[in-house]
């Protein structure tokens, strides 16, 4: 979810480690078209799917600026994707280090195992020691 810079850099490097699979949700279809195109250039092996799936995920990643501030929506629809049809949950917000995507994520009604987190793209030249690198890429 989110395809802005952060967004596409998670989609691109997925899709270099060999997902079958990437579905594209942003608020501005255009960028998320646009990102699609991206991907099929460089890995036409990987299926895009520009909705949510209709099918069960191994992971939904959300890379939008939703979840920053307490007070906002939830970047993920639930009633296209239940939760329970996730396998993991993987943040890109490192503060607060838990949104409340990954709260509900973690609640008893979500029945799969969840790994949830947040990672650091790394600056050049710039150290990796804030709170994002306490949480292992699951
Ligand atoms: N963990 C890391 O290493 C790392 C690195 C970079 C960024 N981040 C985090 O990732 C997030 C995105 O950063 P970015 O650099 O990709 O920013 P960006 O290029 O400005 O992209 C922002 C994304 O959030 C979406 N968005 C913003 N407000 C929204 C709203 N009200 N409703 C729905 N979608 C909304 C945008 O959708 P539109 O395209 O429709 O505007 C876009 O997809 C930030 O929270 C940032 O802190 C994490």
Known sequence: MGAGGAGRVAALKLAAEGVRELCLINRTRTKAESLGREIG???????????????????????????????DASPLDEQRLPLP???????????????????????PDVARPMVWGCCCIKAPGRSNSGPANRRPWP
């Open 85 to 107: 049809r996730v396998g993991a949950v993987y943040d890109m917000i490192y503060r607060p280090a838990e949104t409340p995507l990954l709260r509900r994520a973690k609640k």
């Open 41 to 71: 250039r460089h890995f036409p092996q990987v299926t895009v799917l520009l909705d949510y799936p209709d099918h069960a995920v191994d992971l939904v990643l959300n890379a939008t600026a939703l979840g920053l501030r307490a007070e």
